[in-house]
């Protein structure tokens, strides 16, 4: 079973940025591609991002288009969200997910991914 552990989640003022970075464990991180999922208070879970194995396809929630980027760094086994412009809307457990295929595709649902990190928060104040 892989593990996947979020870091870098925290309280930030509208406007701010912050970075979440994920690290599965295990060596076959590259073969996989990775997706960030939020769940805001009293909602349900939603897609964020998704970056193919290779990184040359990235996939984004419209609410967070051009705000949020997410990236990968395949040999140090990690991929990132950067997140800017924060709003308070954006306030959710965030989630990184490994996706369930080894291909080079960005998958959007929830059910395309079956290993999930623990979650970090972020709140974002107004």
């Known amino acids: 079973q892989v593990q996947l552990v979020e870091s870098g989640g925290g309280l930030v003022q509208a406007g701010g940025s912050l970075r979440l970075s994920c690290a599965p464990s295990?060596?076959?991180?590259?073969?996989?591609?990775m997706g960030w999922f939020r769940r805001p208070p009293g909602k349900e879970r939603e897609f964020v991002a998704a970056?193919?194995?290779?990184?040359?396809?990235?996939q984004y929630a419209d609410t967070v288009k051009g705000r949020f980027t997410i990236s990968r760094d395949n040999a140090k086994n990690t991929v990132y969200l950067q997140m800017n412009s924060l709003k308070p809307e954006d306030t959710a457990i965030y989630y990184c997910?490994?996706?369930?295929?080894?291909?080079?595709?960005?998958?959007?649902?929830?059910?395309?991914?079956?290993?999930w990190g623990q979650g970090t928060q972020v709140t974002v104040s107004s």
């Open positions: 997910a490994r996706a369930l295929f080894p291909s080079d595709y960005t998958p959007m649902l929830a059910t395309e991914y079956n290993n």
């Open positions: 295990g060596r076959t991180f590259s073969s996989y591609a």
């Open positions: 970056i193919s194995r290779s990184g040359n396809r990235i």
